[in-house]
């Protein structure tokens, strides 16, 4: 229920009229591939995704050309307590505008915590990450220290399952918030929002796919100027058990 309010109520906002000169809002084009190897009481998953802005906008005099957005690769490594909770440990690398003049790159370790629950045909997964941003700052070739947390709160719900082949069909959604504690990306307290609804296949234990609406909404700048982007969101989710 959290998942589909917060998407609902962000969404709507996406949509609304800004009286702020600068806020940024487009329809973005998003794919990501994730891969996992399982051992034992460890694993390891291997992220990268690349957000894309696929038309030319012009913002109240900001000009915001058509680019790749966000290039990102992360690396987790887990540990798997018992069927509940995992603690995991990762690199985030951030770069922005990729490909373009306006590049600037950012690195993030983490530390995470997981915890998970199963509701007859619902999974319900909760993580709490705490990261240490070192974000590029080209004119003075800096990378500044912000700390954030995030809470993500993911649920799939499995619609029909194929025992023989083992194929099934399912819902997934998350929610997920950004809050800055300290440091120079601290321009609000409560700085982004991520949410997701989707519709995925599951091939077999080792192949998934999923389709679906992605959005995303954060503070730019210290006068509050924002960025929403609502997107349409490709994911390959694959997994290895050694």
């Known amino acids: 229920m ?10 709507c906002m996406f949509a609304a009229h800004s009286v702020k000169s600068q806020n940024i809002r487009f329809w973005g084009v998003f794919q990501t591939f994730t891969h996992t190897i399982n051992c034992d009481k460890f694993d390891w998953s291997f992220n990268i995704s690349n957000l894309v802005n696929p038309k030319h906008h012009m913002f109240v005099q900001l000009v915001y050309p058509a680019s790749d957005v966000r290039l990102q690769i992360v690396n987790i490594f887990r540990y798997n307590f018992n069927s509940r909770w995992r ?11 990729p490909f373009d003049s306006r590049y600037f790159s950012e690195y993030r370790p983490f530390s995470q915590i997981e915890f998970n629950q199963s509701f007859k045909r619902f999974l ?4 709490l990450r705490l990261n240490q941003r070192w974000n590029e700052t080209k004119p003075d070739n800096n990378y500044d220290l912000t700390f954030t947390t995030q809470y993500k709160t993911q649920i799939i719900y499995l619609l029909k399952k194929f025992s023989n082949v083992n194929k099934l069909f399912y819902l997934t959604g998350y929610s997920e918030e950004y809050i800055t504690l300290f440091g120079p990306l601290h321009f609000k307290t409560f700085s982004e929002y991520w949410g997701y609804i989707g519709v995925g296949y599951q091939y077999n ?4 796919m999923e389709l679906g609406l992605g959005y995303e909404w954060m503070v730019r700048n210290s006068i509050y100027n924002t960025r929403s982007i609502l997107y349409p969101s490709f994911n390959l989710i694959t997994n290895l058990r050694v």
């Open 2 to 11: 959290k998942v589909l309010l917060s998407f609902f109520l962000l969404s």
């Open 124 to 127: 319900i997964n909760h993580t």
């Open 205 to 208: 234990k080792n192949l998934k």
């Open 87 to 97: 603690f995991g440990i990762g690199l985030h690398y951030q770069r922005n505008f």
